[in-house]
């Protein structure tokens, strides 16, 4: 039996209905929910449960609530399993629902921490300014080339973002010059390249002014070395240290996600289970191309955890190792 890591998904996998089901089963996972009301200060769970979809949408209300509904997966999985992870990532913002679920910091302050980090993201760009685009089925080598010449034809910032897998790199700037590698891609052949809907333009120089409020609320929010190393968005490798994870998360907002490199990090240090805790099963996608062979589970509602449960080699290596806990 290899290792356990847990992943928590990033912006993109909201929607309607997103933490209902765990909701309701109350005790310490509906705690989280009543938690996370109190933090944001309004009725962050109505808007999650019952919508409407524009408004979960906006990235400061999508952020904490898909932080919000992987900490409750958590804790319900833990709850029903006793499973410990080895490793810990997230995708973008779900970093801090990884942080939070290796000790580096208290669940409210994770999903306070995200809340001011859509909103300074929000207000960074002024609306219409930046975009973003997913190339898919290009070589990360020519869409690195397409951004540079793309951000030299108009004088504005086009860097990729997003290093999700080798089929797919979403790239991030200026609206002009987003739109011109979209132009300059499809010279080069590539037959599918998406302009996203998106809020801001996430993870490029453009989002300096939202590096600059999260380093001050970084600064300010206690935090302690990590229990569980967490493989960071920046640079794909282990960390530990609070400060460290503190400075890798102010140079997440402007670095690219290196979600490729954490992945093939994680199997290269022996882990054969992964689990997706919260909304959507985009982190488990990736990974089947990825890791095929690998065990990968999702769990987003509470008759996910059965699969888990049935696993006989992994609940029983798991109590074997006495690595089980309780939340």
């Given at each position: 039996m290899g290792k356990i890591a847990f992943l928590f998904p990033g912006q993109g996998a909201q929607?309607?209905?997103?933490?209902?089901?765990?909701a309701q089963l109350g005790g310490q996972v509906g705690d989280?929910?009543?938690?996370?009301?109190?933090?944001?200060?309004?009725?962050?769970?109505?808007?999650?449960?019952?919508?409407?979809?524009?408004?979960?949408?906006?990235?400061?209300?999508?952020?904490?609530?898909l932080v919000t509904t992987g900490l409750a997966a958590l804790t319900h999985m833990v709850e029903e399993t006793g499973?410990?992870?080895?490793?810990?990532?997230?995708?973008?913002?779900?970093?801090?629902?990884a942080i939070a679920a290796a000790g580096g910091f208290s669940k409210a302050d994770?999903?306070?921490?995200?809340?001011?980090?859509?909103?300074?993201?929000?207000?960074?760009?002024?609306?219409?300014v930046g975009a973003m685009a997913a190339m898919m089925n290009m070589d990360m080598d020519v869409v690195e080339e397409v951004c540079?010449?793309?951000?030299?034809?108009?004088?504005?910032v086009c860097v990729p973002a997003n290093y999700n897998t080798s089929?797919?790199?979403?790239?991030?700037?200026?609206?002009?010059?987003?739109?011109?590698a979209l132009?300059?891609?499809?010279?080069?052949?590539?037959?599918?390249?998406?302009?996203?809907?998106?809020?801001?333009?996430?993870?490029?120089?453009?989002?300096?002014?939202?590096?600059?409020?999260?380093?001050?609320?970084?600064?300010?929010?206690?935090?302690?070395d990590l229990k569980t190393p967490l493989i960071a968005n920046v640079t794909g490798k282990e960390v530990q240290s609070a400060e460290e994870v503190r400075q890798l998360l102010v140079e997440q907002v402007t670095a690219p996600v290196?979600?490729?490199?954490?992945?093939?990090?994680?199997?290269?240090?022996?882990?054969?289970?992964?689990?997706?805790?919260?909304?959507?099963?985009?982190?488990?996608?990736?990974?089947?191309?990825?890791?095929?062979?690998?065990?990968i589970y999702g769990v987003s509602v509470p008759g996910d955890i059965a699969a888990i449960q049935e696993d006989e080699i992994l609940m029983g290596t798991a109590v074997g190792l006495g690595r089980r806990a309780s939340v």
């Open positions: 929607d309607v209905g997103m933490g209902q089901e765990l989280v929910f009543h938690l996370a009301d109190r933090v944001v200060d309004f009725s962050l769970t109505r808007l999650m449960f019952d919508g409407p979809k524009e408004k979960l949408t906006w990235t400061e209300n999508a952020q904490p609530a499973l410990v992870p080895d490793y810990v990532a997230g995708h973008s913002l779900g970093e801090y629902a994770a999903i306070r921490l995200v809340r001011l980090r859509g909103q300074s993201m929000r207000e960074a760009v002024p609306p219409g540079q010449d793309a951000a030299r034809d108009t004088g504005k089929a797919q790199v979403v790239i991030s700037g200026h609206k002009e010059a987003v739109d011109r132009e300059l891609a499809k010279l080069k052949g590539a037959r599918r390249c998406i302009a996203l809907a998106v809020a801001a333009p996430f993870h490029c120089p453009l989002m300096a002014p939202a590096a600059t409020v999260m380093e001050k609320a970084l600064a300010e929010t206690a935090m302690s290196r979600w490729q490199d954490s992945m093939e990090r994680l199997l290269e240090l022996g882990v054969d289970t992964f689990i997706e805790l919260g909304t959507g099963r985009v982190l488990s996608g990736m990974l089947k191309r990825m890791a095929g062979d690998a065990r």
